[in-house]
Nanobody
């Protein structure tokens, strides 16, 4: 069983920054990749970024390339999402997810946390 807990969300003005963290606990043998997805009310969850467990490979959605950076802390196991130059359209609940392969397909991630709210507003 894997438990994922997100933190770091909040309210920020356009152009501002936030760093999300995802702490993982439990048995990780089935996890080879971690991803961030987001969901707005009434919409489907969408891919944001993902990283291999080794940290050597990453994927990004076109909408966040150049603004967001996903990383892993191998010593402490969290996964981070550094979000810069935030825009109002980045407003959503952000979910940390874990799965067996690096992918932008949410169906590949059987584990996810409760989510953390990010609101970008003047």
């Amino acid at each position: 069983q894997v438990l994922l807990v997100e933190s770091g969300g909040g309210l920020v003005q356009p152009g501002g920054s936030l760093r999300l963290s995802c702490a993982a606990s439990g048995t990780f043998f089935s996890i080879n990749a971690m991803g961030w997805f987001r969901q707005e009310p009434g919409k489907e969850r969408e891919f944001v970024a993902s990283i291999s467990w080794s940290g050597t490979d990453t994927l990004y959605a076109d909408s966040v390339k150049g603004r967001f950076t996903i990383s892993r802390d191998h010593a402490k196991n969290p996964v981070y999402l550094q979000m810069n130059n935030l825009k109002p359209e980045d407003t959503a609940v952000y979910y940390c997810e874990g799965g067996p392969i690096l992918s932008a397909d949410e169906n590949r991630y059987p584990y996810w946390g409760q989510g953390t709210q990010v609101t970008v507003s003047p």
